[in-house]
């Protein structure tokens, strides 16, 4: 490091992989959104995708009883837990899953950067895809390929897309994420769909990170893992932020095969150097978590049947109003594309999804995240919306007993995002 010849400070000189690093387009927006309600603002916050729904009760007196534990546990994981999320891999799946394949660490965010710092291949994404994947590859100088999607075909990979791709370099090591339930658009993969792009990535050696961590949210309860078909090459990426309600307790599970014990090694004794091992407490808690029962059975469907009827009654609102929108299959997000609207959004200047959300913002309230954070073209006119802004707890109360969920019930029980939905079909018009 030299110094300054003016002042004698250092002279420091960031990482050029870091250099121009912007902070997380889903952070920054949820920051955003709490700035502009405490200058008094009415905002509704679709923008960041936070679980709406509160911890399960056995999760939180897990928690409470265990607020005592203050050791440092091993860097793996608590070996309890580390044996429940086995069990819950094989019980909900039915695929091979052991304790010593199990590694826990502080959020999947983080495990999945661990992933990247240890492998050496390139990373491939599906576009759309989360706005943390290209970025961690980015810091880490790791080369980030795209694999382009459409709404014809639901936003999702194909078995023979990802076959051409492979084709044009065979022999080079790479790592496909597979998000499903999708962030950002909420459609989902088949069995048969997942076995054919098993098939392939066995073939051409593809290493898969399945990020699963939607699956428990698949609004029929019908989440299907690819490491049913390709047990060998799957990472399975879970965690208790999204099913869970507690994105706040930073809490990730990757399940690893047998025969990447060696990439789990690595990964391990990275975390021995950076973060040492995850919230205690937090882990003793999660066992409950992992281990199920009648309670959080009975909250999973509730909050399933929630999320159903409030992602389907969003879409039938927005195409009345001209918005191209996909049906959700799981999770909370809708990911429109107003290119049907496109010569109207033109004639009041707006061109591309970064001047579509920030009119969005300051016209209506609706805080939102252009396409372009998920990897599709500037110019395209797509957005992605977390319909999460009501109060869980209360929703879950209300659809107890088989209640009906019309918009009767979604308006009084979720309001702000019947509200935010209408604002945006009103703004188009």
Same mark, same amino acid.
Not at 230 to 256: D, N
Not at 331 to 350: A, H, M, Q
């Given at each position: 490091?030299?110094?300054?010849?003016?002042?004698?400070?250092?002279?420091?000189?960031?990482? /050029?992989?870091?250099?121009?690093?912007?902070?997380?387009?889903?952070?920054?927006?949820?920051?955003?959104?709490?700035?502009?309600?405490?200058?008094?603002?009415?905002?509704?916050?679709?923008?960041?995708?936070?679980?709406?729904?509160?911890?399960? $009760?056995?999760?939180?007196?897990?928690?409470?009883?265990?607020?005592?534990?203050?050791?440092?546990?091993?860097?793996?994981?608590?070996?309890?837990?580390?044996?429940?999320?086995? #069990?819950?891999?094989?019980?909900?799946?039915?695929?091979?899953?052991?304790?010593?394949?199990?590694?826990?660490?502080?959020?999947?965010?983080?495990?999945?950067? /661990?992933?990247?710092?240890?492998?050496?291949?390139?990373?491939?994404?599906?576009?759309?895809?989360?706005?943390?994947?290209?970025?961690?590859?980015?810091?880490?100088?790791?080369? %980030?390929?795209?694999?382009?999607?459409? !709404?014809?075909?639901?936003?999702? %990979?194909?078995?023979?897309?990802?076959?051409?791709?492979?084709?044009?370099?065979?022999?080079?090591?790479?790592?496909?994420?597979?998000?499903?339930?999708?962030?950002?658009? #909420? !459609?989902?993969?088949?069995?048969?769909?997942?076995?054919?792009?098993?098939?392939?990535?066995?073939?051409?050696?593809?290493?898969?990170?399945?990020?699963?961590?939607? +699956?428990?949210?698949?609004?029929?309860?019908? $989440?299907?893992?690819?490491?049913?078909?390709?047990?060998? +090459?799957?990472?399975?990426?879970? +965690?208790?932020?999204?099913?869970?309600?507690? #994105? *706040?307790?930073?809490?990730?599970?990757?399940?690893?095969?047998?025969?990447?014990?060696?990439?789990?090694?690595?990964?391990?004794?990275?975390?021995?150097?950076?973060?040492?091992?995850?919230? =205690?407490?937090?882990? $003793? =808690?999660?066992?409950?978590?992992?281990?199920?029962?009648?309670?959080?059975?009975?909250?999973?469907?509730?909050?399933?049947?929630?999320?159903?009827?409030?992602?389907?009654?969003?879409? !039938?609102?927005?195409?009345?109003?001209?918005?191209?929108?996909?049906?959700?299959?799981?999770?909370?997000?809708?990911?429109?594309?107003?290119?049907?609207?496109?010569?109207?959004?033109? #004639?009041?200047?707006?061109?591309?999804?970064?001047?579509?959300?920030?009119?969005?913002?300051?016209?209506?309230?609706?805080?939102?995240?252009?396409?372009?954070?998920?990897?599709?073209?500037?110019?395209?006119?797509?957005?992605?919306?977390?319909?999460?802004?009501?109060? +869980?707890?209360? !929703?879950?109360?209300?659809?107890?007993?088989?209640?009906?969920?019309?918009?009767?019930?979604?308006?009084?029980?979720? *309001?702000? %995002?019947?509200?935010?939905?209408?604002?945006?079909?009103?703004?188009?018009?």
């Amino acid at each position: 490091m030299r110094l300054s010849s003016e002042s004698g400070a250092p002279d420091v000189h960031l990482n /050029l992989n870091v250099r121009g690093l912007k902070p997380s387009a889903t952070v920054a927006i949820n920051e955003r959104s709490d700035e502009l309600r405490r200058a008094g603002r009415e905002i509704f916050k679709l923008g960041l995708g936070q679980s709406p729904f509160p911890v399960p $009760h056995p999760v939180v007196r897990a928690l409470q009883s265990h607020a005592h534990e203050k050791d440092y546990l091993p860097a793996r994981g608590l070996r309890s837990l580390r044996e429940a999320v086995a #069990g819950y891999h094989r019980r909900e799946q039915g695929i091979e899953a052991e304790a010593d394949g199990v590694l826990i660490g502080p959020g999947s965010k983080e495990l999945m950067f /661990l992933l990247q710092l240890a492998h050496y291949g390139d990373l491939v994404i599906p576009s759309p895809s989360w706005v943390s994947y290209a970025p961690q590859a980015h810091i880490l100088g790791r080369q %980030v390929h795209w694999l382009t999607t459409n !709404a014809k075909g639901r936003w999702k %990979v194909g078995a023979d897309q990802l076959d051409a791709f492979c084709c044009e370099d065979p022999d080079r090591p790479r790592i496909l994420i597979l998000n499903y339930p999708s962030n950002p658009t #909420g !459609a989902t993969y088949t069995a048969d769909e997942l076995r054919g792009i098993a098939q392939v990535a066995r073939r051409h050696k593809v290493l898969l990170l399945s990020d699963e961590i939607y +699956g428990a949210t698949h609004h029929a309860g019908r $989440h299907v893992s690819v490491a049913r078909f390709y047990p060998e +090459g799957t990472i399975v990426s879970s +965690g208790l932020s999204k099913w869970c309600g507690a #994105g *706040g307790w930073r809490l990730g599970t990757f399940l690893f095969p047998r025969r990447l014990d060696w990439l789990q090694d690595a990964m391990a004794a990275v975390a021995t150097e950076t973060y040492t091992s995850t919230s =205690a407490p937090i882990q $003793h =808690a999660a066992v409950s978590a992992f281990t199920g029962g009648p309670e959080i059975e009975a909250y999973l469907a509730g909050s399933r049947r929630v999320l159903a009827a409030l992602g389907n009654w969003s879409v !039938a609102k927005m195409r009345e109003a001209g918005i191209a929108v996909q049906e959700p299959e799981g999770g909370f997000y809708l990911f429109p594309d107003f290119t049907p609207l496109e010569d109207r959004l033109r #004639g009041r200047g707006i061109q591309g999804s970064r001047p579509l959300c920030e009119r969005l913002l300051q016209e209506t309230g609706v805080a939102t995240l252009p396409g372009v954070d998920f990897g599709r073209p500037r110019q395209e006119l797509t957005l992605r919306l977390a319909y999460v802004d009501f109060d +869980g707890g209360a !929703a879950l109360a209300g659809a107890e007993g088989g209640a009906a969920l019309d918009e009767r019930w979604l308006r009084a029980h979720c *309001g702000r %995002v019947v509200t935010a939905i209408e604002r945006i079909c009103d703004w188009v018009r």
